[in-house]
């Protein structure tokens, strides 16, 4: 019987999720306040300070996507300790 290679989503979702997380937190925290700046000065507009998008709703989306990330991390460690223990009794 052939064994099917695992699809890559399976493989690689922890660190997608992760790459996500830094490419929002990069943009709302840094980027856009700097573009906003930078805007406002260029075109003479009134300057009027970023507000972050992720701190909306008293930051939810930074709560679950810790969750997410701690619990996907836990959880890796876990599969990582069995492996090294099915390694060590073989």
Not at 27 to 52: E, H, R, T
Not at 57 to 84: C, N, P, Q, V
């Amino acid at each position: 019987m052939i064994k099917k290679e695992p699809y890559w989503i399976k493989n690689y979702w922890r660190p997608a999720i992760a790459w996500q997380y830094f490419a929002v937190c990069l943009f709302d925290f840094l980027l856009a306040p700097i573009m906003n700046a930078i805007i406002s000065g260029v075109f003479g507009f009134d300057y009027v300070q970023w507000d972050p998008l992720t701190l909306k709703e008293s930051g939810f989306y930074h709560m679950a996507m810790g969750a997410i990330i701690g619990a996907s991390a836990w959880t890796r460690g876990l599969e990582k300790i069995t492996d090294i223990k099915k390694d060590k009794d073989s």
